[in-house]
């Protein structure tokens, strides 16, 4: 897996190349757009992570010439400002993610991880964790072949989870999945939508568990069921 990092601030820019690399992704570093433009007109990546307070032109402008091209890179925007405005703007220019600065270094490692699942199960529509199946494309939900009537909210919680089965998901991964950016969702929103999701798929042996304090968990199966 192949990741462009696009930050000016070096400091910043080390810890992410640092950390990225620990978790065995391959990491090139840029410090301008024009040079993220440069290098992704001559490599592919798997995700770019992209700064938008940039010297030259700015984060956006480079999203905005990368999201003409034919070739489909999820991008994971960082930012300074921590404005509605760069999130609804980064969403209307195809950002996949946001992640408002400052974070921690593990948050941002969780959520490049995510995307970087995210574009592997589009190569591979669907999702199975055992009697679970997902078809992302047809967005059709089975449960041991039979059907299941997801709302889209439910849809996206179940999705998410399964993007990252055997690893716990934050609550504030899922308001972030759910809330399109621009709407703020109560943590108590998240329970409703997990308990409603818990009753559709656990009689099926499907095994959603609570990490009290931080967030869900879905157990991974890799037997059919
Ligand atoms: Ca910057």
Redesign the pocket.
Known sequence: MKILIV???ATLADGLTRILTESELRVEHVATGEAAEAAFLRERYDLIVL?I??PGIDGFEVLRRLRKRPEYVPVLVLS?RDAIEDRVHGLDLGADDYLPKPFALPELEARVRALLRRGQANKNPQLRNGPLLLDTVARRATLSGQAIDLTSREWSVLENLMLRAGQVVSKENLMQALSNWDKELSMNAIEVYMSRLRAKVEAGGVRIRTVRGFGYLLEEQNEPG
Request: a negative charge.
């Open positions: 930050e000016d601030d700064d307070g940039l300074a």
